[in-house]
């Protein structure tokens, strides 16, 4: 019997190639950061959009906002107008109220003015006992000027109290709205004493509620032109 001849094993090995690129792993890392710079991106386009909604939104309301304002100049009547005794453009309540002759009181301490003559009107309100009667409620805005003197200031040392004053149907007292008050005669070296006091502001009127004007000196209230001393009221 032939001995039997062992056949060496096969190895196949591959040849060795070249210029084969080597990409390296990426870490752990540097993937989470690639991830964080796209949320921080989405972040960004988020926050650009919401800033463009936003503008759009701030330019309609200041549109619509100078819109309304035009229309409420257009309607509200000049102040200017109103002390030169010109009538308001529209049928808002009004009143421009001027000091006669003499500067009188009515029972309650309110002063008296004049409601027709010269550049005095009303229109949509109503006038009695120095008092303006309001027939529509709302807001209105009243102003009051008095013209005040003293001839003799050597010793007359006295506190002033100009006031606006109002009437309502469901309180017993009279209530103040505006009050300025100031010393008389407070210029040293001088006997004659000028000084105006003027009071303006915009206050809530309901149906047959009263407004009307007090001084707590009264003598030293001077009276004139029409344009020194006068009372009104318009709705904004």
């Given amino acids: 019997m032939e001995a039997r001849v062992g056949q060496p094993s096969v190895f196949v090995v591959d040849a060795p190639q070249r210029d084969v690129p080597f990409v390296p792993p990426v870490p752990k890392g540097q993937k989470k950061w690639r991830h964080a710079q796209l949320l921080l991106w989405v972040f960004m386009l988020l926050m650009l959009a919401g800033l463009a909604i936003q503008g759009y939104f701030l330019l309609s309301f200041r549109k619509e906002l100078a819109k309304a304002t035009a229309q409420e100049e257009a309607e509200a009547p000049n102040f200017e107008k109103l002390v030169q005794g010109q009538r308001p453009p529209t049928k808002k309540p009004a009143a421009h109220l001027t000091l006669g002759v003499l500067a009188d009181t009515a029972r309650n301490g309110a002063l008296l003015w004049e409601d027709h003559k010269g550049l005095a009107f009303i229109q949509g309100m109503n006038y009695k006992d120095g008092s303006l009667i309001c027939n529509k409620s709302g807001y209105y805005y009243i102003y009051s000027k008095l013209f005040l003197g003293n001839s003799s200031c050597l010793t007359t040392h006295q506190m002033v109290t100009h006031g606006v004053y109002k009437r309502t ?57 029409d344009t020194i001393s006068y009372f009104g009221t318009y709705m904004i």
């Fill in 169 to 225: 149907p469901r309180y017993l007292k009279e209530i103040p709205l505006l009050t300025n008050t100031i010393l008389s005669c407070n210029l040293k070296n001088n006997r004659e004493w000028r000084h105006n006091s003027f009071l303006a502001g915009m206050v809530h009127l309901e149906e047959n509620e009263e407004v009307f004007i007090k001084v707590s000196q009264r003598k030293l209230v001077r009276v004139g032109e």
